[in-house]
């Protein structure tokens, strides 16, 4: 039988590979401690990032006082925040590339591995299929 | 009153609690309560482990009994002619075959008709 979440993913295989990740918001600390990594990965490679990824759109903002996080949001006006806190420049790099390979669809268990437009070729059981006499 | 506990005991309480979400009344939230409805909840998933793969069986197996007496046969002919043709089909797929592809189970009871007729033959000579 069709399974809806594999319907979804199969969107994504059918015509031409369109990144799903549409905005990304960096928010750093200037101060704290725990920005570091970001700090760092703002002066390096989010620069390179914005470029390689033109269908992204980079926002930096400072936030004082309080933790660095990352903020995504995909075509599907899904939105995910992963904090950063303590993690270093290439950590950083990693979550960034993981959210731009990332469709926006919050992460379940598969029930079933496969999808299937068509369950059903000859016609789906029905009680009408093998009565001797056809009187309807 | 209640005291602060150490940090250790938050810790391995939580995994209780993890495990107790959903659950009903205090279970869900006293830890000793927690503790007996978590084990448990962990016993009634390995039996159902165990049963899950039981029930499915009963269940391809009931959808096939009854397809094949639509096609005026019992299961365990259907069956013993499918093992003697050397059909290498499981019950999972015969019943997914059942219902959504009937005319090739009707051509599958067919074929286990036939065997069994000649089977029959040959017992005979």
Redesign the interface.
């Known amino acids: 039988m069709a399974s809806t979440r594999l319907t979804v993913l199969t969107q994504f295989v059918k015509g031409r590979y369109i990144c799903q990740l549409q905005r990304i918001t960096l928010r750093y600390c200037n101060k704290g401690g725990s920005s570091r990594g970001l700090r760092e990965y703002i002066n390096s490679n989010a620069v390179d990032f914005a470029q390689k990824n033109p269908q992204v759109v980079v926002y930096v903002r400072p936030r004082p006082y309080r933790h660095p996080s990352i903020i995504a949001e995909f075509l599907n006006g899904k939105h995910k925040a992963i904090s950063v806190k303590n993690l270093s420049r290439a950590e950083i790099n990693n979550k960034v590339e993981q959210l731009r390979n990332s469709s926006g669809i919050t992460r379940k268990k598969m029930k079933r591995w496969w999808h299937t437009d068509s ?7 029905t009680p009408f ?2 009565l001797p006499y056809k009187n309807y | 009153m209640v005291r602060g506990g150490s940090v250790d005991r938050s810790i391995r309480r939580a995994k209780i609690f993890a495990l107790t979400k959903g659950f009903r009344g205090r279970s869900k939230n006293c830890y000793s309560l927690a503790i007996r409805a978590a084990h448990k909840a962990l016993q009634h998933a390995y039996r159902g482990r165990k049963l899950k793969k039981r029930d499915f069986r009963s269940l391809w197996i009931t959808r096939i009994s009854n ?1 094949a007496q ?2 005026k046969m019992p299961y365990s002919m259907f069956m013993h002619n499918m093992v003697r043709l050397e059909v290498q089909l499981n019950r999972k797929i015969l019943s997914e075959l ?7 189970f ?1 051509a599958l009871a067919d074929l286990a008709r036939r065997r069994q007729s000649k089977g029959l033959l040959n017992a005979l000579k």
């Open positions: 369950p059903s070729i000859q016609g789906v059981w299929d093998s | 397809a639509e096609q059942a219902i959504y592809e009937p005319r090739s009707q």
